[in-house]
């Protein structure tokens, strides 16, 4: 809607256990998608505030197509948590009755199940892929072809890193006491070490069994995050190959619980989505 110069743009913010964006519908609306956009509605003093942006447009090849931005307004390949919200999304706003939705994202389709208590949408199960752990697709320069448990000095200290790309670069390390992490401090280190060139989220985990796990996220071009489901899903992964855990387990973040299970080389995630609040943004 345009009025006297300014265009007003309807906007929903949504959250996935804490992990929270503005969702534009941009297939009824044009919505801007550069930097200095993103980063003011982002802003949680100055803005809406959240974690980023995520736009619901229409796809040439499958339902529909997501593009999402980090709060610093980059561009980001995937979020677990964000692709739930999207889902529940379309299905509130009617731009879809179905169940199950087959979705565009930078890292390829994803197939995401609707979940319901009655008639209401409160979640969502995605088929989020096949991890990949080769350090030249993920991408990662480590000199061996897979990284899985390896030392490395960061900020130094060293840590055995585990790197998986869930769609997007992940890096696990296991810790003992998630409590007396200062991610402000070593989360940068990661995100920016010479490793991984198109820096990395990075994820610290401590184990509490074979089926429950539990893990603080410092996300590329975020910070720290309540939560990340990709993140989750490598870290799921990675307990896995180091035989920490079992195939199916459950992921505690600081904004509440994933479901992780590994099945038939791929990984399922299962969580809430939720709306926060409705509103409309002048521009």
């Not at 809406?48 to 447009?57: E, N, R, T």
């Not at 992940?170 to 200062?182: A, E, G, K, N, R």
């Amino acid at each position: 809607m345009k009025r006297r110069g300014i265009m007003q743009l309807h906007f929903t913010k949504m959250e996935g256990i804490g992990n929270d964006y503005i969702y534009f519908d941009g297939i009824n609306q044009e919505i801007p998608m550069d930097k200095e956009f993103i980063m003011k509605i982002s802003d949680r003093h100055f803005g809406i505030g959240s974690d980023g942006m995520i736009v619901i447009l229409p796809s040439d090849q499958y339902d529909f197509k997501m593009r999402m931005f980090n709060l610093d307004g980059s561009e980001a390949m995937m979020c677990g948590n964000g692709i739930r919200c999207f889902a529940k999304f379309i299905y509130d706003h009617k731009l879809s009755d179905k169940h199950v939705l087959k979705i565009e994202t930078k890292s390829g389709l994803r197939t995401v199940e609707l979940l319901f208590d009655g008639d209401e949408c409160i979640g969502a199960k995605v088929n989020m892929g096949k991890p990949v752990l080769t350090c030249q697709d993920i991408p990662c320069t480590y000199a061996k072809e897979k990284m899985i448990d390896e030392p490395v000095e960061i900020g130094g200290r060293e840590y055995r890193l585990t790197t998986i790309s869930m769609g997007n670069p992940h890096t696990v390390t296991f810790v003992s006491d998630l409590d007396t992490l200062d991610l402000k401090t070593i989360g940068p280190k990661f995100e920016h070490h010479q490793l991984f060139p198109a820096s990395v989220n990075t994820e610290f985990v401590q184990i509490i069994n074979k089926s429950y796990v539990k893990m603080r996220v410092w996300e590329r071009g975020s910070g720290e995050t309540m939560a990340c489901g990709t993140g989750a899903c490598a870290v799921m992964y990675a307990c896995y190959l180091n035989h920490y855990t079992d195939s199916k387990v459950t992921v505690e973040l600081l904004g509440g619980c994933l479901e992780i299970e590994y099945v038939d080389e791929t990984i399922m995630m299962s969580g809430p989505a939720a709306n926060v609040f409705n509103g409309t943004i002048e521009i």
